[in-house]
């Protein structure tokens, strides 16, 4: 860990993440810009997991309510790595020297891959796929998302 | 009784004092909280956007409606439920602060535009269920309720920022 708190050391005497933490709106409009992005991978992954799991529009095409949420889950996770960033770089001994923060990373790689993996088959065509896509793993996605919030409000109260 | 004598008497019940001194978790709370606002505003944002003419899974508005609003009302009892018991672990200092006050507000704002919408254009949807895009009213609801909670978000995390 000797080299990530020289890493971290530097980033904060950078002039830019004083910057960010010297003016006392960017970090709550970034964090309310982080929610809002949020809002909309949850709200994206939520009705096609349901779809998936056959409790939301069960007569509509599979694929066509992955189709229509996928851009929107991308969109959101670019804003999301973006305003990260910015709290990353404002204060990197709170974000990169704290446990649940690389707990949080690692859980947000997991679902983005399970995200792809589970939606894969259903984005060739507008028509439904020979293999339904697993049930339960529509289910494991739901839970993960809500632990990466849950990790992520947890980072305040943590070191 | 002045409000404010009501609001320490809040604050000092045995549920309240549970959460402002730990036994009840006051972070797991806001956990649960920020999940349950995600599901309100992520379901609500999906109709909204319909609304202003962006296509959702459903061909018709009613039924993107009637598939999403019964997860937006539950997630939204989550969400008050929870928010209510971090109001009351400090009652009179979130009372107080400004921003809390107008997000109180705008959430009354965003019920009454969507009173509003169900009650007019909303009774004629059969005429204009699959139109893209909506007519005007519509649009303007949809855009109305789609600001109104994206400046609660904002609200809501500058509360944690400017509580005394």
Not at chain 1, 106 to 122: D, M, Q, T
Request: with cysteine.
């Amino acid at each position: 860990m000797a080299d990530i708190h020289g890493a971290i050391e530097w980033l904060y005497g950078t002039a830019v993440s004083s910057a960010i933490r010297d003016t006392d709106w960017i970090v709550p409009t970034v964090q309310a810009i982080h929610i809002c992005a949020i809002t909309v991978i949850v709200g994206s992954a939520l009705v096609t997991e349901l779809r998936i799991a056959g409790l939301v529009a069960p007569d509509e095409s599979l694929n066509v309510v992955a189709q229509r949420y996928l851009p929107w889950m991308w969109r959101a996770l670019a804003v999301l790595l973006a305003t990260g960033l910015v709290m990353v770089v404002g204060e990197p001994e709170r974000v990169l020297g704290n446990r649940v923060f690389w707990i949080k990373m690692a859980l947000v790689a997991l679902g983005a891959l399970l995200s792809v993996f589970l939606r894969k088959p259903l984005l060739r065509s507008a028509q439904q796929a020979q293999r339904q896509p697993t049930k339960a793993l529509a289910w494991v996605l739901m839970i993960l998302w809500v632990a990466v919030i849950f990790s992520g409000r947890w980072i305040a109260y943590t070191s | 009784m002045s409000l404010d004598a009501t609001l320490d008497s809040l604050s000092n019940t045995t549920l309240a004092l549970a959460i402002s001194q730990g036994a009840l978790s006051f972070p797991m709370l806001e956990c649960i909280h920020v999940v349950a606002i995600s599901v309100v505003v992520g379901t609500i944002a999906i109709v909204d956007l319909r609304l202003l003419g962006y296509r959702s899974h459903r061909r018709g508005v009613c039924q993107l409606i009637r598939d999403v609003l019964p997860y937006t009302w539950a997630a939204f009892a989550v969400a008050a439920l929870a928010g209510s018991l971090l109001f009351i672990s400090s009652a009179s200092r979130y009372a107080h602060n400004a921003q809390f006050q107008l997000k109180l507000v705008l959430i009354a704002a965003a019920a009454i535009n969507m009173a509003f919408f169900h009650l007019t254009i909303y009774r004629r949807v059969a005429q204009w269920d699959d139109l893209l895009p909506p007519p005007l009213q519509a649009r303007i609801a949809g855009a109305t309720s789609l600001c109104l909670w994206i400046a609660v978000i904002f609200l809501g995390r500058w509360v944690g920022f400017t509580l005394q």
